[in-house]
């Protein structure tokens, strides 16, 4: 797979998703909302992308793995966050608008290790099974 970008629109907002050496490089765009909402389809389609980039960033054999050493997962009411740096990413389920909501404070443009991209794979699934 070469170093494509991939960008999404979502129900709302905009999801841009690269490979960056040993991490998967996240940005997300709310145009005008406070976060991005993804619909089941959106969700599906970010799973099956994040799955094949993980994989690809595994099987290289040049690739470092690092071990996980901390759980940084922490849990809210209807949710997940990460600190990771100086920023946070937040994914909850939004039951108005039967979305998931994916929000982060701190950096525009996050890099994220395997590690964190296998648990936001985990949650992704979690809702889309159980919530829609």
Do not use: A, F, M, V
């Given at each position: 797979m070469e170093n494509q970008v991939y960008y999404w629109l979502v129900k709302n907002g905009n999801i841009q998703i690269q490979k960056n050496e040993d991490?998967?490089?996240?940005?997300?765009?709310?145009?005008?909302?406070?976060?991005?909402?993804?619909?089941?389809?959106?969700?599906?389609?970010?799973?099956?992308?994040?799955?094949?980039?993980?994989?690809?960033?595994?099987?290289?054999?040049?690739?470092?793995?690092?071990?996980?050493?901390?759980?940084?997962?922490?849990?809210?009411?209807?949710?997940?966050?990460?600190?990771i740096e100086?920023?946070?990413?937040?994914?909850?389920?939004?039951e108005i608008e039967d979305a998931i909501e994916i929000k982060y404070n701190g950096n525009s443009k996050m890099n994220l290790e395997i590690n964190y991209v296998v648990k936001i794979i985990q949650i992704l699934e979690h809702f889309t099974l159980s919530k829609y």
């Open positions: 991490c998967i490089s996240l940005q997300l765009d709310y145009e005008n909302g406070e976060c991005c909402l993804l619909t089941r389809s959106d969700t599906n389609e970010i799973i099956g992308l994040l799955t094949s980039i993980s994989k690809e960033i595994w099987e290289d054999p040049n690739y470092q793995r690092k071990p996980h050493i901390n759980h940084l997962l922490k849990y809210t009411e209807n949710g997940y966050y990460w600190e100086t920023s946070q990413i937040i994914i909850t389920y939004n």
